[in-house]
């Protein structure tokens, strides 16, 4: 048994732990501990030396034993163990290694040794950092390794794994969209799925790096390429190389080759391909990544058949040959033996012959497939090198199998050096020995004149070939040869130079997480000139994961460094060789003068820095890419032809940008998001929607080597020195089984890139990507996603183009942008805003959808009403009947894409599938794009301001910001995918109490969240869900959240905003009052000191009672526990009403009636129609009752729940003929029932705005400001909550009758319009199933709030179905009726009027600190632009201060992002609306309330019955947004100034300021809380670990090894079997640990 490393050390150890012991003092630093004494660490290198090949030899056995039977578990779970194990030990002989002081070594050798040695790559974390990072390399592969997809031709069939299918597709179809399929769904299930382990594993990462003395991990990944100066004095002249001047020989070396060949090389395929596919190439732009044969674009070889030059020419694809001449594996394997053997290299060993696996079908175990080479660490002492390899007979596996004998030979070459130095000199040349072997084998003289394989295959030539001048036969045999090779070759070195260019940046921070898709396109665009098929994609992917070295962790500049120097090294031999024919003609078989220059550098290994190495193989000391411009010489003069004579750019992007350059047609321009077959639809149709993506379900392909053994040892983060034994030939094109590299022994060579460019994201996510504007008036669509159409000029700015009339529509001018409720609950906050542009995007289209009047579902339509210019430049931008009829053509086309974004939005919230998200979220762009366009055109055109007409000026006005659809497409497409990313997180769900350890499928969403904060009593539960909710929804959009922060603000500062906060507040501007919007927060900051006061005193009255109920509140408290008001955002506090209500007295609660005597949910509707008959508005019409959503569908389909109300621009029939729905899964109780009457408000609204047609364009078709469609059905809302309203209620359904009235009612009522909804028989009313879905559009945040009922069963009224039980609250009771104990005095008010004030208030007053402060911490955010990273201690600073509510314990100020636990924030939905609406209502309702004749108290009001204040209300809704909303307001109040003024809502709960007053006082409570007290409820994110602690540890460690010796090893003996015992998982196959150096495929 080799002894323990550390006994080695012993004698120097111990009197270092005696200084330790004796005192601090005596350790002064690193240098009073360090080793140095050379013989010592000669000694010690020796023992780590064999060490190395005991170990490595353990740990490449279990692999090579699991890589060829991977169906076995036992070896699967042996690799992993063995993986782990060589892994640990190369920690510890870092560690140990580092206590050597090495830089003051006299012997370079040894000096070099402990260099690389000393480094503990990932070794370096803590155990549980080591851990972690290990499960997410081993996660993120296991995503790649097992990743499937689904047919294109058929979607039932969804096991299309990477190799053999999905390469074959990209290989070999020619169907834009199968490979547009194939390529985007690849990324959807594989790098998609890993981002955020990604980001995660890079902070790791990087800490390890930090541990290991460098700045971070792409700086340890150069660690190799580095030369010292020592080593530089000694071997190469003096010359060091650092990291930088590494990367600038990159760049200088791929300059060189850019644009010296590969533009040209670009320019030509995209030609060529050109005519493959007819007007889907852009003949200036990047390339679609799709269609060039591979899945990464990285290898082009696939379409060599659409680009040789001379295709009539012989194939040189020898496989026919091999095949008839009767070539079998073994025969492959001998004639590449030949080769190395003809020029002075070793033969292959006995083990080699015996022991490798070089015919799956013959070995009769299932293999992993990639090809790779295997040293078997023996090192002097053993010959046991082998390779793996799934081997058929053709010429591909016969150009690899020649690469990877050119990894053993370099095993061979080196095999009697140290460990350490058993690799190549820099981690390329392993790869640029393999692929120099396969220049000389792949020409035609050794194919043809050495092997005896002749091609036959001809083709026909191509027709349209250029003029060329008579080239013999031979010159266009290696004109087609060159191309062959450059489409290999050149065609690679972009992406393996721009794969780590990336991930250094990501490294070292120059990328943020929140561009990691963003800047991986840039790349690829500006160095390789691809693009993704769809154009720009969005944050929500991460296409850099569908590439396996990123998941695998596995650097990747060592093939780009091949690619360079592999022509180095071939030139340098064949002038050794003495060929004197061009370079690419020359093959180095059978000399031995090129062999020996070969040998003599393949045996100094690592031993020496890499320029010395390269400047005796290369003919020079830095990568020199001239070698490659020689070899291709004939191509490039041939390619320079070609494109002159066709006139065609070379490059791409600016390097066509000239003003003469071709204009690319519209059909030839990459497809835009529209002009593809699955882009929205064309405007002009209504039914068309964008095509649903094909392949929603499909899983991404599998990795590129999924069934790959445990990860290699240090092939991915691990130390400089390339692992010694594996190397991965490059994988061919259609390796997908690139296992993780091998420890240290095995080279893969690069895999051959296959091709393919990512498609755009979808613009958001899936069901909450942000909604187009389509016209919901509720939903909570997030204001980006509408990035569609700019809002209109009241409407936020993200809001889609200005429709006014669904609340989830395109924001309306001033109104929509944000409107929708929140999604969370219906108690929450105020009710829904009646028409949100942030409604979710327009799914696909609807069935129902007014008939297009050229539907097709194909690219958008390009007639002349979607492409022609408005407002050509002739035309006098001043010339106002010009701008008329251009700003009429720009709102008819507007009204029509709207509309058909609705109908696909609408069929999307109905029936949530990815198909109709995808259609929805596509809609929603080409919306956002076209009024992009119109807005270029017209609006920014014509000189506006001077115009006489105002109401055309007020439509130019409205308009004059385009929000964030001023972004550009690349921006945009990111916003998108932030923001329905972040959606998305409130599919979380949290596990119940009980049963923490839960299945998702049994977790509560936040529904049911919603129902247990409301009705759940216990403080340690309500402590848990509150906590647990912030975890899964917050938290995790934190990082984007900050993206969004800087994407918005870039959006305002291109619309000459400050920042987003001043653009989210232009729709309250009032340009020709000079209004502004430091006007406008002047007059909320002025509301909110209006109403402070009774907020104040409800608060400390709450908080009394409180503490009363629950023991665990501190007496001395002066806020109350967040999560014990009895919603998830302690933004309404209704349902606690059972522990605070005034008295025992009951009010109304109509729960019990509507749950008896409703039989279908229609009915509840009908019974809210009658109500706005009743003051003469009007009746829904019959596509309402036909076709809205009243219940939720049956499983399995799902709808968005949340209610809201739909406006579809129907600009054809009559109001009351009109397309207007209302989505709502109903239940039957009081709650729901007023949120009906709200939604109905938002529909009336819509409805009387929507006429007459010529005078309302789109624009115009919106509230007054964003805050006036809440308002109204809140307005409504007040009336119908009356105790005197609701007994009316009950005795309808009781009675059949309407037959009371109240005191309250004017006496000038009118009798109820006699029109009543069509028959609401199940048959004709209920939506049929496939409409059953819930989309959110003008969500309800409101409605539910202000119903004055409680989501709690404990509700006040416990009566009986009796109308009596509901009239208990009579205005009779007494004052010593059951009055509260505390209440000594009497009040002039009946009891039953406070309790129900009390409920009302706790809805209403106590929203408006919450809804005052949501949007006033995100203007601040947004004008701090990112500058405070203690976004949650911001957050809790303002509901302490302002609404003294303290979270349950202590939160984390930056980490943690509790404020994005409410929906809005997420969503992108702006919020001061609510708080708007709040005030509004009361001045609304008291305005009606003294036109009907009203004489009492306010509260008691209801304007059922009376038409004079209908009549009033409808001339105000009738405007929309045709006036200011100050003069609406104005002239709806009577005042003139149209102020808002809390006055009516103090009115309004006077009589409960009087009790709350009187009570406090009573009870000496003084109003209001401490101010500043956030650090109390701070925790402090800071964990620092001193510099020296690791060392103190170590040596602590050391002297207790040699203590305790006995104890040592039994106690670790014990260890090993509780560890084995109590193990985690095995890792997964394929995982890749970075354990030793593994060459992985490219």
């Given at each position: 048994?080799?002894?323990p490393?550390?006994?080695?050390?012993?004698?120097r150890?111990?009197?270092?732990a005696?200084?330790?012991?004796?005192?601090?003092?005596?350790?002064?630093?690193?240098?009073?501990?360090?080793?140095?004494?050379?013989?010592?660490?000669?000694e010690?290198?020796?023992?780590?030396?064999?060490?190395?090949?005991?170990?490595?030899?353990?740990?490449?056995?279990?692999?090579?034993?699991?890589?060829t039977?991977?169906?076995?578990?036992?070896?699967?779970?042996?690799?992993?163990?063995?993986?782990?194990?060589?892994?640990?030990?190369?920690?510890?002989?870092?560690?140990?290694?580092?206590?050597?002081?090495?830089?003051?070594?006299?012997?370079?050798?040894?000096?070099?040794?402990?260099?690389?040695?000393?480094?503990?790559?990932?070794?370096?974390?803590?155990?549980?950092?080591?851990?972690?990072?290990?499960?997410?390399?081993?996660?993120?592969?296991?995503?790649?390794?097992?990743?499937?997809?689904?047919?294109?031709?058929?979607?039932?069939?969804?096991?299309?794994?990477?190799?053999?299918?999905?390469?074959?597709?990209?290989?070999?179809?020619t169907?834009?969209e199968?490979?547009?399929?194939?390529?985007?769904?690849?990324?959807?299930?594989?790098?998609?799925?890993?981002?955020?382990?990604?980001?995660?594993?890079?902070?790791?990462?990087?800490?390890?790096?930090?541990?290991?003395?460098?700045?971070?991990?792409?700086?340890?990944?150069?660690?190799?390429?580095?030369?010292?100066?020592?080593?530089?004095?000694?071997?190469?002249?003096?010359?060091?190389?650092?990291?930088?001047?590494?990367?600038?020989?990159a760049?200088?070396?791929?300059?060189?080759?850019?644009?010296?060949?590969?533009?040209?090389?670009?320019?030509?395929?995209?030609?060529r391909?050109?005519?493959?596919?007819?007007?889907q190439?852009?003949?200036?732009?990047?390339?679609?990544?799709?269609?060039?044969?591979?899945?990464?674009?990285?290898?082009?070889?696939?379409i060599?058949?659409?680009?040789?030059?001379?295709?009539?020419?012989?194939?040189?694809?020898?496989?026919e040959?091999?095949?008839?001449?009767?070539?079998?594996?073994?025969r492959m394997?001998?004639?590449?033996?030949?080769?190395?053997?003809?020029?002075?290299?070793?033969?292959?060993?006995?083990?080699?012959?015996?022991?490798?696996?070089?015919?799956?079908?013959?070995?009769?175990?299932?293999i992993?497939?990639?090809?790779s080479?295997?040293?078997?660490?023996?090192?002097?002492?053993?010959?046991?090198?082998?390779?793996?390899?799934?081997?058929?007979?053709?010429?591909?596996?016969?150009?690899?199998?020649?690469?990877?004998?050119?990894?053993?030979?370099?095993?061979?070459?080196?095999?009697?050096?140290?460990?350490?130095?058993?690799?190549?000199?820099?981690?390329?040349?392993?790869?640029a020995?393999?692929?120099?072997?396969?220049?000389?084998?792949?020409?035609?003289t050794?194919?043809?004149?050495?092997?005896?394989?002749?091609?036959?295959?001809?083709?026909?030539?191509?027709?349209?070939?250029?003029?060329?001048?008579?080239?013999?036969?031979?010159?266009?045999?290696d004109?087609?040869?060159?191309?062959?090779?450059?489409?290999?070759?050149?065609?690679?070195?972009?992406?393996?130079?721009?794969?780590?260019?990336?991930?250094?940046?990501?490294?070292?921070?120059?990328?943020?997480?929140?561009?990691?898709?963003?800047?991986?396109?840039?790349?690829?665009?500006?160095?390789?000139?691809?693009?993704?098929?769809?154009?720009?994609?969005?944050?929500?992917?991460f296409?850099?994961?569908?590439?396996?070295?990123?998941?695998?962790?596995?650097?990747?500049?060592?093939?780009?460094?091949?690619?360079?120097?592999?022509?180095?090294?071939?030139?340098?031999?064949?002038?050794?060789?003495?060929?004197?024919?061009?370079?690419?003609?020359?093959?180095?078989?059978?000399?031995?003068?090129?062999?020996?220059?070969?040998?003599?550098?393949?045996?100094?290994?690592?031993?020496?820095?890499?320029?010395?190495?390269?400047?005796?193989?290369?003919?020079?000391?830095?990568?020199?890419?001239q070698?490659?411009i020689?070899?291709f010489?004939?191509?490039?003069?041939?390619?320079?032809?070609?494109?002159?004579?066709?006139?065609?750019?070379?490059?791409?992007?600016?390097?066509?940008?000239?003003?003469?350059?071709?204009?690319?047609?519209?059909?030839?321009?990459?497809?835009?998001?529209?002009?593809?077959?699955?882009?929205?639809?064309?405007?002009?149709?209504?039914?068309?929607?964008?095509?649903?993506?094909?392949?929603?379900?499909?899983?991404?392909?599998?990795?590129?080597?999924?069934?790959?053994?445990?990860?290699?040892?240090?092939?991915?983060?691990?130390?400089?020195?390339?692992?010694?034994?594996?190397?991965?030939?490059?994988?061919?094109?259609?390796?997908?089984?690139?296992?993780?590299?091998?420890?240290?022994?095995?080279?893969?060579?690069?895999?051959?890139?296959?091709?393919?460019?990512?498609?755009?994201?979808?613009?958001?996510?899936?069901?909450?990507?942000?909604?187009?504007?389509?016209?919901?008036?509720?939903?909570?669509p997030?204001?980006?996603?509408?990035?569609?159409?700019?809002?209109?000029?009241?409407?936020?700015?993200?809001?889609?183009?200005?429709?006014?009339?669904?609340?989830?529509?395109?924001?309306?001018?001033?109104s929509?942008?944000?409107?929708?409720?929140?999604?969370?609950?219906?108690?929450?906050?105020?009710?829904?805003?009646?028409?949100?542009?942030?409604?979710?995007?327009?799914?696909?289209?609807?069935?129902?959808?007014?008939?297009?009047?050229?539907?097709?579902?194909?690219?958008?339509?390009?007639?002349?009403?979607?492409?022609?210019?408005?407002?050509?430049?002739?035309?006098d931008?001043?010339?106002?009947?010009s701008?008329?009829?251009?700003?009429?053509?720009?709102?008819?086309?507007?009204?029509?894409?709207?509309?058909?974004?609705?109908?696909?939005?609408?069929?999307?919230?109905?029936?949530?599938?990815?198909?109709?998200?995808?259609?929805?979220?596509a809609?929603?762009l080409?919306?956002?794009?076209?009024?992009?366009?119109?807005?270029?055109?017209?609006?920014?055109?014509?000189?506006?301001?001077?115009?006489?007409?105002?109401?055309?000026?007020?439509?130019f006005?409205?308009?004059?910001?385009?929000g964030?659809?001023?972004?550009?497409?690349?921006?945009?497409?990111?916003?998108?995918?932030?923001?329905?990313?972040?959606?998305?997180?409130?599919?979380?769900?949290?596990?119940?109490?009980?049963?923490?350890?839960?299945?998702?499928?049994?977790?509560?969403?936040?529904?049911?969240?919603?129902?247990?904060?409301?009705?759940?009593?216990?403080?340690?539960?309500l402590?848990?869900?509150?906590?647990?909710?912030?975890?899964?929804?917050g938290?995790?959009?934190?990082?984007?959240?900050?993206?969004?922060?800087?994407?918005?603000?870039k959006?305002?500062?291109?619309?000459?905003?400050?920042?987003?906060?001043?653009?989210?507040?232009?729709?309250?501007?009032?340009?020709?009052?000079?209004?502004?919007?430091?006007?406008?927060?002047?007059?909320?900051?002025?509301l909110?000191?209006?109403?402070?006061?009774l907020?104040?005193?409800?608060?400390?009255?709450?908080?009394?009672?409180?503490?009363?109920y629950?023991e665990?509140?501190?007496?001395?408290?002066?806020?109350i526990?967040?999560?014990?008001?009895?919603?998830?955002?302690?933004?309404?506090?209704?349902?606690?009403?059972?522990?605070?209500?005034?008295?025992d007295?009951?009010?109304?609660?109509?729960?019990?009636?509507?749950?008896?005597?409703?039989?279908?949910?229609?009915?509840?509707?009908?019974?809210?129609?009658?109500?706005?008959?009743?003051?003469?508005?009007?009746?829904?019409?019959?596509?309402?009752?036909n076709?809205?959503?009243?219940?939720?569908?049956?499983a399995?389909?799902?709808?968005?729940?949340?209610?809201?109300?739909?406006?579809?621009?129907?600009?054809?029939?009559?109001?009351?003929?009109?397309?207007?729905?209302?989505k709502?899964?109903?239940?039957k109780?009081?709650?729901?029932?007023?949120?009906?009457?709200?939604?109905?408000?938002?529909?009336?609204?819509?409805?009387?705005?929507?006429?007459?047609?010529?005078?309302?364009?789109?624009?115009?078709?919106?509230g007054?400001?964003?805050?006036?469609?809440?308002?109204?059905?809140?307005?409504?809302?007040?009336?119908?909550?009356?105790?005197?309203?609701?007994?009316?209620?009950?005795?309808?359904?009781?009675?059949?009758?309407y037959?009371?009235?109240?005191?309250?009612?004017?006496?000038?009522?009118?009798?109820?319009?006699?029109?009543?909804p069509?028959?609401?028989?199940?048959?004709?009313?209920?939506?049929?199933?496939?409409?059953?879905?819930?989309?959110?559009?003008?969500e309800?945040?409101?409605?539910?709030?202000?119903?004055?009922?409680?989501?709690?069963?404990?509700?006040?009224?416990?009566?009986?179905?009796?109308?009596?039980?509901?009239?208990?609250?009579?205005?009779?009771?007494?004052?010593?009726?059951?009055?509260?104990?505390?209440?000594?005095?009497?009040?002039?008010?009946?009891?039953?009027?406070?309790?129900?004030?009390?409920?009302?208030?706790?809805?209403?007053?106590?929203?408006?600190?919450?809804?005052?402060?949501?949007?006033?911490?995100?203007?601040?955010?947004?004008?701090?632009?990112?500058?405070?990273?203690?976004?949650?201690?911001?957050?809790?600073?303002?509901?302490?201060?302002?609404?003294?509510?303290?979270?349950?314990?202590?939160?984390?100020?930056?980490?943690?992002?509790?404020?994005?636990?409410?929906?809005h924030?997420?969503?992108?939905?702006?919020?001061?609306?609510?708080?708007v609406?709040?005030?509004?209502?009361?001045?609304?309702?008291?305005?009606?309330?003294?036109?009907?004749?009203?004489?009492?108290?306010?509260?008691?009001?209801?304007?059922?019955?009376?038409?004079?204040?209908?009549?009033?209300?409808?001339?105000?809704?009738?405007?929309?947004?045709?006036?200011?909303?100050?003069?609406?307001?104005?002239?709806?109040?009577?005042?003139?100034?149209?102020?808002?003024?809390?006055?009516?809502?103090?009115?309004?709960?006077?009589?409960?300021?009087?009790?709350?007053?009187?009570?406090?006082?009573?009870?000496?409570?003084?109003?209001?809380?401490?101010?500043?007290?956030v650090?109390?409820?701070?925790?402090?994110?800071?964990?620092?670990?001193?510099?020296?602690?690791?060392?103190?540890?170590?040596?602590?460690?050391?002297?207790?090894?040699?203590?305790?010796?006995?104890?040592?090893?039994?106690?670790?003996?014990?260890?090993?079997k509780?560890?084995?015992?109590?193990?985690?998982?095995?890792?997964?196959?394929?995982?890749?640990?970075?354990?030793?150096?593994?060459?992985?495929?490219?």
């Open positions: 048994m080799t002894r490393l550390l006994a080695l050390l012993l004698p150890l111990l009197p270092l005696g200084l330790l012991l004796g005192g601090a003092a005596a350790v002064k630093g690193p240098s009073a501990r360090l080793i140095t004494d050379e013989l010592q660490a000669e010690f290198m020796k023992e780590l030396d064999a060490r190395f090949s005991h170990e490595c030899n353990l740990e490449m056995t279990a692999r090579w034993d699991y890589i039977d991977v169906t076995d578990p036992n070896k699967e779970d042996a690799a992993n163990d063995a993986a782990v194990r060589y892994l640990s030990f190369k920690g510890e002989a870092a560690a140990n290694s580092s206590l050597f002081g090495y830089e003051s070594f006299s012997d370079d050798e040894l000096y070099r040794r402990f260099r690389f040695l000393a480094k503990k790559g990932p070794g370096a974390l803590g155990q549980q950092d080591l851990e972690e990072y290990k499960l997410l390399q081993a996660g993120m592969e296991t995503i790649y390794s097992t990743a499937t997809i689904c047919d294109y031709h058929d979607d039932t069939q969804c096991d299309l794994t990477l190799e053999p299918d999905i390469e074959l597709i990209l290989a070999t179809s169907n834009w199968e490979l547009r399929h194939a390529w985007v769904e690849w990324r959807e299930n594989t790098g998609k799925l890993m981002r955020d382990d990604f980001i995660r594993f890079v902070e790791l990462s990087n800490k390890a790096a930090t541990l290991d003395g460098f700045d971070n991990t792409g700086s340890y990944w150069l660690n190799g390429y580095t030369v010292t100066q020592r080593e530089a004095d000694k071997y190469t002249g003096g010359q060091p190389l650092d990291q930088q001047q590494f990367k600038a020989m760049e200088e070396a791929w300059q060189t080759v850019s644009e010296g060949l590969y533009k040209k090389l670009h320019s030509y395929v995209r030609m391909l050109s005519d493959v596919y007819p007007g190439v852009d003949p200036t732009g990047p390339i679609p990544a799709h269609i060039l044969g591979n899945m990464w674009a990285q290898d082009w070889s696939n060599a058949r659409h680009v040789m030059p001379f295709p009539e020419m012989p194939s040189f694809d020898v496989t040959s091999m095949v008839k001449n009767g070539w079998d594996i073994q394997f001998d004639s590449a033996e030949d080769f190395f053997t003809s020029i002075g290299l070793f033969p292959m060993t006995p083990t080699f012959w015996g022991k490798s696996v070089l015919n799956q079908t013959a070995w009769g175990r299932t992993v497939c990639h090809a080479a295997e040293d078997f660490c023996l090192g002097p002492d053993g010959e046991d090198y082998r390779i793996k390899m799934c081997t058929e007979v053709n010429m591909v596996d016969l150009v690899t199998v020649h690469h990877e004998m050119g990894h053993i030979e370099y095993f061979m070459a080196y095999k009697n050096l140290p460990h350490v130095f058993r690799e190549s000199a820099n981690p390329g040349f392993h790869e020995i393999g692929d120099l072997i396969s220049l000389s084998v792949s020409t035609p050794h194919l043809e004149d050495v092997l005896g394989l002749t091609p036959t295959r001809r083709s026909r030539p191509r027709d349209d070939s250029s003029e060329e001048k008579e080239l013999s036969d031979e010159e266009k045999r004109l087609n040869f060159l191309m062959k090779m450059a489409l290999e070759k050149i065609a690679f070195l972009p992406f393996g130079y721009l794969i780590d260019k990336y991930r250094w940046g990501v490294f070292d921070g120059s990328i943020g997480s929140e561009d990691l898709n963003g800047a991986w396109w840039q790349l690829r665009e500006a160095l390789q000139g691809v693009a993704p098929p769809d154009g720009a994609r969005g944050e929500e992917f296409d850099p994961g569908a590439k396996y070295h990123v998941p695998a962790n596995v650097p990747y500049i060592r093939y780009f460094v091949s690619f360079i120097v592999q022509f180095q090294f071939h030139q340098r031999l064949c002038q050794a060789a003495g060929h004197t024919g061009p370079l690419h003609t020359c093959d180095i078989y059978n000399n031995a003068d090129a062999g020996q220059i070969l040998r003599s550098a393949l045996e100094r290994g690592f031993s020496q820095p890499w320029p010395a190495v390269l400047q005796e193989l290369g003919g020079s000391s830095a990568m020199d890419p070698a490659i020689a070899y010489d004939p191509l490039i003069q041939h390619l320079d032809q070609e494109l002159a004579s066709a006139g065609q750019c070379v490059g791409w992007g600016a390097d066509c940008d000239t003003g003469d350059e071709v204009e690319a047609s519209s059909t030839d321009a990459p497809p835009p998001p529209e002009s593809s077959t699955d882009a929205p639809p064309p405007p002009q149709s209504s039914t068309d929607a964008p095509p649903p993506p094909q392949s929603s379900t499909d899983a991404p392909p599998p990795p590129e080597s999924s069934t790959d053994a445990p990860p290699p040892p240090q092939s991915s983060t691990d130390a400089p020195p390339p692992p010694q034994s594996s190397t991965d030939a490059p994988p061919p094109p259609q390796s997908s089984t690139d296992a993780p590299p091998p420890p240290q022994s095995s080279t893969d060579a690069p895999p051959p890139p296959q091709s393919s460019t990512d498609a755009p994201p979808p613009p958001e996510s899936s069901t909450d990507a942000p909604p187009p504007p389509q016209s919901s008036t509720d939903a909570p997030p204001p980006e996603s509408s990035t569609v159409a700019p809002p209109p000029p009241q409407s936020p700015p993200d809001a889609p183009p200005p429709p006014q009339s669904s609340t989830d529509a395109p924001p309306p001018p001033q929509s942008t944000d409107a929708p409720p929140p999604p969370e609950s219906s108690t929450d906050a105020p009710p829904p805003p009646q028409s949100s542009t942030d409604a979710p995007p327009p799914p696909q289209s609807s069935t129902d959808a007014p008939p297009p009047s050229e539907s097709s579902t194909s690219a958008p339509s390009t007639d002349d009403s979607t492409t022609t210019t408005l407002a050509p430049t002739t035309v931008p001043n010339d106002e009947e701008a008329r009829l251009a700003l009429q053509q720009m709102n008819d086309e507007m009204t029509e894409l709207i509309r058909n974004a609705t109908f696909i939005d609408w069929e999307y919230s109905i029936d949530v599938t990815d198909e109709n998200e995808e259609a929805s979220n809609a929603s080409m919306v956002g794009q076209r009024y992009k366009e119109l807005h270029a055109e017209v609006i920014e055109y014509f000189n506006y301001e001077g115009f006489e007409d105002e109401s055309l000026k007020r439509q006005e409205m308009q004059k910001t385009l964030t659809a001023k972004l550009d497409d690349e921006d945009m497409a990111q916003l998108i995918a932030i923001v329905s990313g972040m959606t998305t997180t409130f599919t979380s769900v949290v596990c119940p109490y009980d049963n923490q350890e839960c299945e998702e499928v049994d977790g509560l969403n936040s529904d049911a969240l919603e129902t247990v904060m409301a009705v759940n009593r216990d403080y340690e539960e402590k848990y869900y509150w906590e647990e909710w912030r975890e899964v929804s938290k995790p959009i934190k990082e984007n959240y900050t993206k969004y922060i800087t994407l918005q603000n959006a305002a500062e291109l619309n000459e905003f400050d920042d987003a906060g001043l653009m989210w507040l232009e729709p309250y501007n009032i340009l020709s009052e000079n209004y502004t919007q430091d006007d406008f927060k002047q007059d909320i900051e002025d909110w000191n209006q109403t402070q006061g907020y104040q005193k409800l608060h400390a009255y709450v908080l009394y009672k409180l503490k009363d629950y665990e509140i501190d007496s001395d408290a002066d806020v526990p967040a999560h014990l008001v009895g919603n998830m955002w302690g933004q309404s506090w209704e349902n606690i009403y059972d522990i605070v209500k005034p008295y007295t009951p009010i109304p609660n109509l729960d019990a009636i509507l749950e008896e005597n409703i039989d279908r949910e229609e009915e509840m509707f009908e019974l809210a129609q009658q109500f706005f008959t009743s003051i003469n508005l009007f009746p829904m019409t019959e596509d309402f009752w076709n809205s959503l009243f219940r939720e569908p049956e399995p389909r799902k709808a968005i729940c949340h209610a809201s109300a739909w406006d579809f621009y129907d600009t054809v029939n009559p109001q009351e003929e009109g397309r207007f729905r209302i709502m899964c109903t239940n109780n009081q709650e729901d029932f007023i949120v009906i009457h709200h939604e109905m408000g938002h529909t009336q609204y819509q409805m009387a705005y929507s006429e007459p047609i010529e005078d309302r364009p789109l624009v115009f078709r919106d007054a400001n964003p805050g006036f469609h809440e308002a109204i059905g809140d307005t409504i809302a007040l009336s119908v909550t009356t105790p005197a309203h609701l007994q009316l209620i009950a005795d309808r359904l009781t009675n059949g009758t037959s009371l009235t109240t005191a309250a009612m004017s006496s000038t009522t009118a009798e109820p319009p006699s029109s009543s069509p028959d609401s028989s199940s048959s004709s009313a209920q939506p049929p199933p496939d409409r059953f879905l819930t989309a959110a559009n003008e309800d945040q409101g409605a539910r709030a202000s119903s004055s009922s409680s989501t709690s069963s404990a509700a006040v009224s416990s009566s009986s179905t009796s109308s009596s039980a509901v009239s208990e609250s009579s205005s009779e009771a007494s004052a010593d009726t059951t009055e509260a104990p505390e209440t000594t005095t009497e009040m002039p008010y009946p009891e039953e009027d406070i309790n129900f004030l009390m409920k009302t208030a706790l809805a209403k007053v106590a929203f408006l600190p919450y809804a005052y402060i949501l949007d006033k911490y995100r203007w601040e955010v947004f004008a701090d632009n990112n500058e405070n990273g203690e976004l949650n201690k911001l957050w809790w600073e303002k509901r302490l201060d302002v609404q003294g509510l303290a979270p349950p314990s202590p939160r984390f100020p930056s980490s943690d992002f509790d404020v994005g636990a409410k929906y924030v997420p969503t992108s939905v702006p919020y001061i609306r609510y708080f609406a709040h005030i509004l209502q009361f001045q609304f309702h008291a305005r009606l309330c003294n036109i009907s004749g009203f004489e009492g108290n306010i509260y008691n009001c209801s304007i059922y019955n009376s038409t004079a204040a209908g009549d009033h209300l409808r001339d105000l809704l009738q405007k929309g947004a045709s006036e200011p909303w100050k003069k609406q307001l104005g002239d709806f109040l009577g005042t003139g100034n149209g102020n808002m003024d809390a006055s009516a809502l103090l009115d309004y709960f006077q009589p409960l300021d009087d009790f709350l007053t009187k009570f406090l006082s009573d009870n000496d409570i003084t109003p209001g809380w401490r101010q500043g007290q650090e109390s409820y701070t925790l402090d994110e800071r964990v620092e670990i001193p510099a020296t602690v690791p060392i103190v540890v170590g040596i602590v460690l050391a002297v207790m090894v040699v203590v305790v010796i006995v104890a040592y090893f039994v106690g670790r003996s014990r260890q090993k509780k560890a084995k015992k109590n193990k985690t998982p095995a890792q997964t196959p394929g995982e890749n640990i970075e354990l030793g150096q593994q060459k992985t495929d490219l």
